[in-house]
């Protein structure tokens, strides 16, 4: 079994694990105060949060290469692109993760500052709770590339009903209200082709 695209599966455990350490975090409109006293309160756990969704950006990063070599070995020679797009996707979606892990490590600092922070605490709240446009749409467009350049592919390493999905996904999670839902499908996408690649036969 191969050991590169597992890092895929990894990932996407290690991401559920930090979202959900994350908790009931204060909604956009929250006030400084109800900012701070919940940062305050999950100091420790927040911090693990963000440790896991580093590391899980480093992974998916390593995915998204791995599936760009697979993308590119099953398109017309000399004549395939969409494999960059893949692993555009990766790397998007990694920078997404650790520009908001960023965003609420600077939280948790200014949680720790005097009742003047209020205001500010407020504001990069507001930022951080809607900042996931970049890691939504780095996943959509890894899967979207993915499934294009497999789904009639000849010799395709994926499962046609897979490269469909994939297509499918990465449509739905530029679509408002749908997105969401689509992003943790897409998750599952991940966690399965990881496992469908590390057990093909080595060729290379």
């Given at each position: 079994?191969?050991?590169a695209?597992?890092?895929?599966?990894?990932?996407?455990?290690?991401?559920?694990?930090?979202?959900?350490?994350f908790?009931?975090t204060?909604?956009?409109?929250?006030?400084?105060?109800?900012?701070?006293?919940?940062?305050?309160d999950?100091?420790?756990?927040?911090?693990?949060?963000?440790?896991?969704?580093?590391?899980?950006?480093?992974?998916?990063?390593?995915?998204?290469a791995?599936?760009?070599r697979?993308?590119?070995?099953?398109?017309?020679?000399?004549?395939?692109?969409?494999?960059r797009?893949?692993?555009?996707?990766?790397?998007?979606?990694?920078?997404g993760f650790?520009?908001?892990?960023?965003?609420?490590?600077?939280?948790?600092?200014?949680?720790?500052?005097s009742?003047a922070?209020?205001?500010?605490l407020?504001?990069?709240?507001?930022?951080?709770?809607?900042?996931f446009?970049?890691?939504v749409?780095?996943?959509?467009?890894?899967?979207?590339?993915?499934?294009?350049?497999?789904?009639?592919?000849?010799?395709?390493?994926?499962?046609?009903?897979?490269?469909?999905?994939?297509?499918?996904l990465?449509?739905?999670?530029?679509?408002?209200?749908?997105?969401?839902?689509?992003?943790?499908?897409?998750?599952?996408?991940?966690?399965?082709?990881?496992?469908?690649?590390?057990?093909?036969?080595?060729?290379?």
């Amino acid at each position: 079994m191969r050991v590169a695209p597992l890092t895929g599966l990894v990932a996407v455990v290690i991401t559920v694990v930090g979202f959900l350490l994350f908790g009931d975090t204060p909604g956009v409109g929250a006030s400084g105060r109800e900012v701070r006293s919940f940062y305050d309160d999950h100091r420790a756990q927040v911090g693990v949060s963000l440790y896991l969704l580093a590391v899980a950006a480093v992974l998916f990063v390593f995915f998204a290469a791995y599936l760009a070599r697979v993308v590119r070995d099953v398109l017309p020679a000399g004549g395939g692109w969409l494999h960059r797009v893949v692993l555009a996707g990766g790397v998007l979606l990694a920078a997404g993760f650790l520009v908001g892990s960023a965003l609420t490590l600077a939280l948790l600092d200014l949680a720790d500052e005097s009742s003047a922070a209020g205001p500010a605490l407020q504001a990069l709240n507001a930022v951080n709770e809607d900042f996931f446009i970049p890691f939504v749409a780095g996943m959509g467009l890894m899967l979207l590339a993915a499934g294009l350049a497999t789904v009639r592919a000849a010799g395709s390493p994926l499962p046609r009903w897979l490269s469909w999905s994939a297509v499918v996904l990465g449509v739905l999670v530029f679509i408002p209200w749908v997105g969401f839902f689509a992003f943790m499908l897409a998750g599952v996408w991940v966690a399965v082709t990881s496992v469908l690649l590390a057990r093909r036969p080595a060729v290379d």
